[in-house]
């Protein structure tokens, strides 16, 4: 089946058929599926950009605000739950990727809670926990 202009949408694919172009519905899928990777791939690189410059100092200040409860977020707290890796041990981990972290805490997860983290904050705090090696 090929993409056209009988369709009735007002598409980009409609604006390359009136053009004289045609694509097919496997070529469109795979422009699609390429669309959203370069999509993702530039948002973890914009994220990789704002770690460059996060602040570890605030993601201290948010770790001991809204994570210690349940992370040891510090080399001087005794007390976390067992359920939750202390800040250090992730760090540590060899595929530790700061870029990635901060967009792993931008998202709820059924074990922890929506601090509903701003770019920068998760940024910052994904900084402070690269910091505690």
Same mark, same amino acid.
């Given at each position: 089946?090929? @993409?056209?202009?009988?369709?009735?949408?007002?598409?980009?694919?409609?604006?390359? @058929?009136?053009?004289?172009?045609?694509? +097919?519905?496997?070529?469109?899928?795979?422009? &699609?599926?390429?669309?959203?990777?370069?999509?993702?791939?530039?948002?973890?690189?914009?994220?990789?950009?704002?770690?460059?410059?996060?602040?570890?100092?605030?993601?201290?200040?948010?770790?001991?605000?809204?994570?210690?409860?349940?992370?040891? @977020?510090?080399?001087?707290?005794? @007390?976390?739950?067992?359920? +939750?890796?202390?800040? +250090?041990?992730?760090?540590?981990? !060899?595929?530790?990727?700061?870029?990635?972290?901060?967009?792993?805490?931008?998202?709820?997860?059924?074990?922890? !809670?929506? &601090?509903?983290?701003?770019?920068?904050?998760?940024?910052?705090?994904?900084?402070?926990?690269?910091?505690?090696?």
């Amino acid at each position: 089946m090929r @993409v056209g202009a009988k369709d009735g949408r007002n598409t980009a694919f409609n604006c390359l @058929v009136r053009q004289g172009i045609t694509i +097919s519905n496997e070529e469109a899928g795979i422009s &699609m599926r390429g669309i959203m990777g370069l999509s993702s791939l530039l948002f973890v690189a914009a994220l990789a950009k704002g770690a460059l410059a996060a602040d570890a100092h605030k993601g201290e200040t948010l770790a001991k605000r809204w994570c210690a409860a349940c992370h040891v @977020v510090a080399a001087d707290q005794k @007390v976390g739950t067992t359920q +939750s890796p202390a800040f +250090s041990t992730i760090a540590r981990k !060899p595929d530790f990727n700061e870029a990635m972290l901060a967009l792993f805490l931008l998202n709820p997860h059924p074990r922890m !809670p929506d &601090m509903n983290l701003s770019r920068s904050e998760a940024a910052d705090l994904a900084a402070y926990i690269r910091m505690q090696k």
